[in-house]
């Protein structure tokens, strides 16, 4: 009897010890799975880092970039393209103005009503109209002719229509495509994209064709200004703030344009314009220096892309490329351990989730994470996720998002380095801070990413803050803009009307 008690002990205690192996199996596993997730995103940081330090770097960077793009043609990554814009609206326009936006699928006809008075809520109509795609494929002439018409069919519905050819009206047209200004209204197109392909467009002036078709359609409506979006923006905000000194566009794409002197354009020498100073428009998209923060993700992601080794500094900043940031993360979070369960197909496939769903998730602030749960399931099939995988992915949002926001609070912090509004004294200034009297400089800012993502807005002010200190920050006024490229055409049109 004694030994079949011991017997039935022994086996007891076996059984014991192989699931408490078990049990310590387990855990030992699930530790190393979350130990090799935590190394993804302590990776992630570490690429990504921005201290203020690395972020005066990419300040000189800038600055040195724009003078040398000012200097020579090609002379930079920065294009710094001339825009013969040297007068911007002050608030003292008067009369009725239009604009026509030719950015992609579709175009706007705008009308601006200006009282001669700074108005906070410009008084506008606006309607929209798609572009057939043969038209897309066809002709210059078969294109413009119905922008002209359909411009013509808006005009007709003021008052009884029958004033539609009695006085000339002016028109500022936003063309969102490559060109090359000769003028302030007059450009050459250098290429297409967005799906358009009008080969005898090439080479051409855009404005002289729409102002060809205008003549064809019997309207008096004189083309004033060819203009950029981002230049539109700046319009906007110098119309409703005359200290205002640089745009910035920070949505799907980004790009920056400022207020330089003529003198310090060295690749015009001898271009004289009214007010000493024009508008260039610099194409900070293209920006690139060894001192931004790059990752293994970013390098993936641009090889992958349909322009490699271009818009490098857009790849990183704009709202076009973080929600894929996170997901190629996310992927290889996957792709080192289940935390997230079997591997998704959906998580191979590009600019699936969209930035505004990742910003969604990052700011996502109930109590269990239900946000980001839904839009894992929705977006990547990946139903059921722990809540501490959840809180994994919120990190890796905020990661990539800070790094992006206060990069572009460096690119920002780089454009009044070069005009002398940092509070150094400019690129070639000698003086210390302390000399200095900084004055009131505002920066228009346009775009979804900054305007609607509160995290990412509050990560540029507080890295702008961090770069120039407290004192200096104080007097550099971020406002936000909108419809630079309709509203800010009419406006440019109001600026250079004959």
């Avoid at 230049?231 to 905000?237: D, F, K, P």
């Avoid at 807005?457 to 961090?466: C, D, H, K, M, S």
Wanted: hydrophobic residues 40%; glycine residues 10%.
């Amino acid at each position: 009897m004694g030994r079949v008690v011991v017997g039935v002990a022994v086996t007891v205690a076996v059984a014991t010890c192989a699931v408490a192996a078990l049990v310590v199996g387990r855990r030992v596993r699930s530790r190393r799975k979350w130990k090799r997730v935590a190394n993804v995103v302590r990776e992630l940081e570490e690429g990504c880092d921005t201290r203020v330090g690395r972020l005066r770097q990419v300040v000189d960077a800038m600055a040195v970039e724009m003078h040398a793009g000012l200097a020579s043609e090609g002379g930079s990554k920065l294009k710094m393209l001339l825009t013969f814009v040297d007068k911007l609206p002050n608030g003292t326009e008067r009369g009725t103005y239009y604009a026509l936006h030719l950015g992609g699928t579709n175009f706007r006809v705008l009308r601006v009503q200006l009282s001669g008075q700074p108005s906070s809520d410009l008084e506008h109509e606006v309607e929209r109209q798609p572009i057939p795609e043969n038209v897309m494929t066809s002709t210059s002439q078969d294109l413009f002719d119905f922008i002209a018409s359909s411009l013509k069919d808006f005009i007709a519905k003021e008052g009884d229509g029958s004033n539609i050819s009695k006085d000339t009206r002016e028109l500022g047209f936003t063309f969102s495509f490559p060109v090359k200004q000769m003028s302030v209204s007059s450009g050459i197109l250098i290429k297409w994209t967005k799906g358009f392909s009008i080969v005898d467009m090439v080479g051409r002036d855009v404005a002289a064709c729409l102002q060809e078709a205008l003549t064809r359609k019997g309207l008096h409506v004189r083309v004033a200004a060819l203009v950029n979006d981002t230049v539109g923006t700046l319009a906007v905000g110098h119309y409703h703030d005359p200290d205002t000194v640089a745009a910035i566009i920070i949505g799907t794409g980004t790009n920056a344009c400022y207020l330089e002197r003529v003198d310090a354009i060295i690749k015009c020498q001898g271009l004289l314009m009214t007010s000493g100073r024009m508008v260039v428009n610099m194409e900070w998209g293209n920006f690139w220096s060894s001192h931004l923060p790059r990752t293994s993700y970013d390098i993936d992601l641009d090889a992958e892309s349909p322009n490699p080794n271009d818009q490098g500094f857009e790849k990183m900043i704009s709202g076009m490329y973080l929600g894929d940031i996170v997901r190629r993360v996310i992927l290889r979070m996957t792709l080192e351990s289940d935390i997230f369960g079997p591997i998704s197909p959906k998580l191979s496939m590009p600019f699936i989730l969209r930035t505004p769903l990742m910003a969604a998730m990052h700011e996502d602030n109930s109590p269990d994470l239900r946000e980001v749960a839904r839009i894992l399931n929705d977006i990547f099939e990946i139903p059921d996720v722990p809540l501490k995988a959840r809180k994994i992915v919120v990190k890796v949002c905020d990661v990539v998002t800070r790094r992006a926001a206060r990069l572009a609070a460096a690119g920002i912090v780089g454009i009044l380095k070069k005009i002398g509004r940092d509070g150094s004294g400019g690129i070639t200034g000698g003086r210390s801070r302390s000399d200095m009297k900084m004055k009131r400089t505002v920066v228009a800012i346009e775009g979804g990413l900054y305007s609607k993502y509160t995290l990412f807005r509050e990560y540029l002010r507080e890295a702008l803050n961090e770069i120039l200190g407290e004192d200096i920050a104080k007097h550099v006024i971020l406002k936000v803009t909108q419809d630079g490229s309709g509203i800010g055409a009419a406006l440019l049109a109001a600026s250079y009307s004959s």
